[in-house]
C-alpha cells in the first residue's frame, strides 16, 4: 500500500498534462472572461484577463498573417484552384547512379480544386521524366460520385457514393463528408462551447477561491474544487448530445469516423475527468488587463509546476519554463510584425533541442523569407531550410519555395516549389465519363480487365520512352538495401525473399484443396496469372512440360488466378489443357502475402526447406524455368 502512495504522483503527474492543459484550454477558448469585463470580483478579474490575454495573441498574429488569413477565408467560400510545380535537385556522392540524373531532370506537377461551399475536391497529378510527359491521372469527388480519371482511359470512371461506400462499410461516407472541412471546431460549435461548457466552468468555481491584490491575482483551487468542476464536466459529455455531435465532427477531421472509436475517446474523457486528484494554484501578474507573468502548480504532488513572462506590443515574446518530477521543458521566442520582423522559438526538451528562426521581409503585396529549422538531438545536428516568396492579391495567390537539407554522409536535398493559385468560376468534370455503379459483377469483372489491359500497355510504353526499363534491367541495387543472391546474378525488390514462404489455402477448379504446408519437403513453383496477360498461354505450356520433367522429382505447381470468375478460368484452362492444378485467388489474398504487384504474370519460387528463393515479374523463357525447377528440386 505503501509503494502504492509513492507512486501516484508520478502517475498523476502524466493526466494533470492532459487534464491541466484540457481545462486550461477550455476556459481560453470559452472567451469566457469577455462576459466578466464589467464585474469587479477577482473570479471575473481572472477570467477577464485570460480573455483579454488570447484575444491579444488572436489579434498579434490575425495582423502578422493577415494576407494568408484572407486567402484562406476566400477559399472557404470561393472556387479554389492551385497549381504546383515541383522539382528536385540532388547532389550526393553517389551522382554517377543514373537514377539521380532522373530525379532531378523530372517535374511532379500537382493541381487541386476545391470547392467548399458545394463540397466538390478534384485531385490532379502529372509531370516530366527522362524529357516525356506525363498527362495529368485525376480523382473528383462530389457529393454524389467519385470520378478518375487516366492517360490510359478513353472515358473517366464514375462510381456513386453509395456503391463505393458499400466496399468500406461506412467509413468512406464520414470521410467524404468532411474532406474540406478548414476547422476543428466550426464557429456554432464555438459559440457553443461558451455558452454552455464555459459557463459551467466558470459557475462551478467557487468565488472564494480567487484574491487579488493589485495587479497579482490567485486562483486556489483544492481537490475538491477541481473535482467538482471535473464531474460537472464529465456528467456534461455524458449526456450533452450536441457535445458529442462536436467531438465526432472534431475526430472526422482526423480521419477517424466510426462509431466505436468515438466512443472509446468520450469514455476516456469522462474517466480521465473521475480520476481527477490534485488543487491547482494559478497566479497570475496582470498589466493592461493582459497576462505578463504566470505560475500555475499543483498541490497534492507538486511535482509540476509551469512558469513564465511574456509581453505585448509590436513584439511578441514569451520565456517558460516546465518542470516535473521527470519532465523538464524549455521553450522561449519572440514574433515581430511589421514590413520587417525575425522570428525566433527555441524549444529544448531533455537531450533534444530544436530552434526555429525566421527573417521576413515584406515589400509592397510580396512577402520574402528565410527560415530554419534546426534539430540537435544528443548531438546529431539536421538543418532543414525553407527560402521562399509568396504575393497575395484579390482573386490570386503566387510563390515560390525552396525547402533543401544537408545530410551528413548524404549530400544535399532540395525542393523547387512554384505556386500558381486563382479563383475561378467552378470546378468542371471530364467531359466523357462511364459510370459503373450498376454494372453486373460479371460485367464489372469484364471492364476491369479490359482497363488493367490499357494501364499495363501503357505503363510499358512509359517505361520504353522514360528508359526506366533498360534501367532497371542493369545492377544499379546495392546489397544493403536489396536481396541478392549471386546463384542467379540478378536483384529484387521483393522483401519476402530468404524468408519462410506464408501459408495459404485455395480450392482449385476440380474441387481440391491446396495448402503450403500438404507440400513441406518439395520445391514449389507458385505461378500468378491472368486470362487477360498474353504471354500466359504460352508460359503455362512451358512451365507445363517442364512440370511433366520435374515432377516425379519433387517439384509441385499451382496457378493461380488473379480474382477472374470462374467460368472465364475454366474456358481458358480447358482449351489449354495443361496438368498442373489451378486455383483462383478471389480476394487476392495470397497475391498480397507473396508481395506479388500488378505485373503479371508473376513467378514465386520457393525451395523445399519453405523459404522464397526468387519473385519473377514478367514472363520467363523454357530455359529460365527449366533453370529454376532444377534449383529447387529436393
Known amino acids: 500500500m505503501e509503494n502504492q502512495e509513492q507512486q501516484k504522483p508520478n502517475t498523476t503527474s502524466k493526466k494533470k498534462w492532459f487534464i491541466g492543459g484540457g481545462v486550461a484550454a477550455l476556459v481560453l477558448a470559452s472567451g469566457i472572461g469577455a462576459a466578466a469585463l464589467f464585474m469587479k470580483s477577482p473570479k471575473a478579474a481572472y477570467f477577464a484577463a485570460e480573455s483579454e490575454t488570447v484575444s491579444e495573441v488572436v489579434d498579434f498574429f490575425g495582423e502578422k498573417y493577415k494576407e494568408e488569413l484572407k486567402w484562406s477565408e476566400l477559399a472557404k467560400t470561393a472556387v479554389i484552384q492551385s497549381d504546383f510545380k515541383i522539382t528536385t535537385d540532388v547532389e550526393s556522392e553517389g551522382m554517377e547512379d543514373p537514377a539521380f540524373d532522373m530525379i532531378n531532370s523530372a517535374a511532379l506537377n500537382l493541381s487541386t480544386t476545391t470547392d467548399v461551399k458545394n463540397k466538390q475536391y478534384a485531385l490532379g497529378f502529372g509531370g516530366e521524366i527522362a524529357d516525356v510527359k506525363v498527362d495529368n491521372f485525376e480523382v473528383f469527388i462530389t457529393p454524389k460520385q467519385f470520378v478518375l480519371n487516366a492517360p490510359f482511359l478513353s472515358e473517366a470512371i464514375s462510381v456513386s457514393g453509395e456503391k463505393l461506400n458499400e466496399f468500406t462499410d461506412g467509413e468512406l461516407g464520414c470521410s467524404q463528408d468532411i474532406l474540406l472541412e478548414t476547422e476543428l471546431i466550426t464557429k456554432a460549435q464555438q459559440k457553443y462551447l461558451t455558452k454552455n461548457l464555459g459557463k459551467t466552468i466558470y459557475e462551478e468555481l467557487p468565488d472564494e477561491a480567487f484574491t487579488k491584490e493589485k495587479n497579482k491575482i490567485v486562483m486556489d483551487l483544492s481537490k475538491q474544487d477541481v473535482k467538482k468542476v471535473a464531474t460537472a464536466l464529465a456528467k456534461k459529455m455524458e449526456t450533452d448530445p450536441e457535445l ?6 472534431a475526430m472526422a477531421t482526423q480521419g477517424i469516423c466510426d462509431d466505436e472509436s468515438i466512443k472509446d475517446v468520450k469514455q476516456e474523457i469522462v474517466n480521465a475527468l473521475g480520476e481527477i486528484e490534485f488543487g491547482v494554484v494559478s497566479t497570475i501578474w496582470v498589466e493592461k488587463g493582459k ?112 525547402v533543401y537539407v544537408n545530410i551528413p554522409e548524404v549530400g544535399k536535398i532540395a525542393l523547387t516549389i512554384e505556386q500558381d493559385s486563382k479563383k475561378i468560376k467552378a470546378l468542371e468534370l471530364p467531359e466523357k465519363i462511364k459510370d459503373i455503379s450498376n454494372l453486373t459483377d460479371d460485367e464489372l469483372s469484364e471492364y476491369m480487365i479490359q482497363v488493367m489491359e490499357d494501364a499495363l500497355a501503357w505503363a510499358e510504353n512509359f517505361m520504353a520512352e522514360t528508359g526506366f526499363d533498360e534501367y532497371l534491367g542493369d545492377d544499379y541495387y546495392y546489397d544493403d538495401d536489396y536481396y541478392y543472391d549471386e546463384d542467379f546474378e540478378n536483384y529484387s525488390f521483393s522483401e519476402i525473399i530468404g524468408l519462410p514462404a506464408p501459408d495459404f489455402e485455395l480450392v482449385d477448379l476440380n474441387g481440391n484443396t491446396h495448402r503450403l504446408a500438404n507440400y513441406e519437403g518439395k520445391g514449389v513453383f507458385l505461378y500468378f496469372w491472368g486470362t487477360w496477360v498474353e504471354p500466359s498461354e504460352e508460359e503455362m505450356l512451358a512451365i507445363n512440360r517442364q512440370y511433366q520433367v520435374f515432377r516425379e522429382q519433387g517439384v509441385e505447381v499451382l ?13 481458358f484452362i480447358s482449351n489449354l489443357g495443361v496438368d498442373f492444378p489451378v486455383a483462383i485467388d478471389e480476394t487476392t489474398n495470397v497475391m498480397t502475402a507473396y508481395d506479388v504487384g500488378f505485373v503479371l504474370p508473376a513467378t514465386v519460387v520457393i525451395a523445399p526447406t519453405g523459404e522464397v528463393v526468387d519473385v519473377i515479374d514478367g514472363e520467363m523463357t523454357e530455359e529460365d524455368i527449366a533453370w529454376y525447377m532444377e534449383y529447387i528440386t529436393p
Open 291 to 402: 497576462i505578463t507573468q504566470r505560475e500555475l502548480k499543483f498541490k497534492e504532488a507538486e511535482d509540476f509546476v509551469i512558469t513564465g513572462k511574456q509581453s505585448f506590443g509590436k513584439e511578441l515574446t514569451f520565456d517558460y519554463e516546465l518542470q516535473g518530477t521527470a519532465e523538464h521543458m524549455l521553450i522561449e521566442g519572440k514574433f515581430q510584425k511589421g514590413n520587417k520582423a525575425s522570428d525566433s522559438v527555441n524549444f529544448a526538451f531533455d537531450n533534444v533541442k530544436v530552434v526555429y528562426e525566421s527573417e521576413e521581409n515584406k515589400e509592397k503585396d510580396t512577402k520574402n523569407f528565410e527560415r530554419k529549422l534546426i534539430i540537435d538531438a544528443e548531438g546529431e545536428q539536421v538543418t532543414l531550410n525553407w527560402d521562399g516568396s509568396t504575393q497575395y492579391k484579390a482573386d490570386s495567390a503566387v510563390g515560390e519555395h525552396v
Open 559 to 571: 496457378a493461380i488466378n488473379v480474382a477472374q470468375s470462374d467460368a472465364d478460368v475454366q474456358s
Open 244 to 249: 458529442e455531435s462536436i467531438l465526432k465532427h
